[in-house]
């Protein structure tokens, strides 16, 4: 089994979490399960392992910031599952797929999903990994953040996501609001041609 190496090593805090502790992966790929949730969300199922990998339970996000981890697994109650005795929110799912990293503009999203959706329409995005924005995550944004003039923070359509929007505020960070089309509750709802056009739409409306 192939070695996990989490990014950013300078960040990590003393460590409780070993790499050996972090979900056994899959080496032959993905499971059926998690092929229809990549395409339930309208995901290419992704192959770079540094950031999300197939579990036996389902699928691997690592974490950006700390030594840590989000599993999206299919056989139990519990849909996400988070490392025991680890501290994880002063991190943020970052995913890396591409030449998107030279892009200045920066999308910040609820769901890891919704990151991974927006990074393979070709630019960059973090997930804060629900609504939960601490001080820790906020650090870590304004480390991500090239061009301040292009934040730009795309809430879900319920009330959780919309009350995000203070929070930032009161962080600091220099968001833009950028609001999905009515009936539509997150970006993975849009088809891959329709997401392209509308995160287009934003970069190119602020040039």
């Excluded at 030594?67 to 025991?84: A, K």
């Excluded at 797929?97 to 990151?115: M, Q, S, W």
Aim: aromatic content about 10%.
């Amino acid at each position: 089994m192939s070695k996990l190496y989490p990014r950013l090593p300078n960040l990590l805090q003393p460590r409780t979490l070993k790499l050996s502790d972090f979900p056994e992966q899959r080496t032959e790929g993905w499971t059926s399960e998690a092929l229809e949730y990549w395409e339930q969300h309208h995901i290419t199922p992704p192959l770079q392992r540094d950031t999300v990998y197939p579990t036996y339970r389902g699928i691997c996000f690592v974490l950006y910031g700390g030594l840590g981890y989000q599993e999206r697994v299919f056989d139990g109650d519990l849909r996400w599952l988070y490392p025991v005795n680890v501290d994880v929110s002063g991190m943020l799912y970052v995913p890396t797929i591409g030449d998107e990293e030279e892009n200045e503009e920066l999308f910040v999203v609820e769901g890891t999903t919704d990151a991974m959706a927006i990074n393979q329409s070709g630019h960059r995005s973090a997930a804060i990994l629900g609504t939960m924005l601490t001080s820790a995550r906020a650090k870590l944004l304004k480390e991500l953040i090239y061009d301040p003039k292009q934040v730009y923070y795309i809430p879900d359509n319920d009330e959780p996501g919309l009350a995000m929007v203070d929070r930032l505020v009161c962080f600091g960070l220099p968001v833009k609001i950028r609001y999905l089309p009515t009936g539509i509750k997150d970006i993975c709802e849009l088809y891959r041609q329709a997401r392209q056009m509308f995160l287009r739409s934003i970069a190119c409306n602020d040039m």
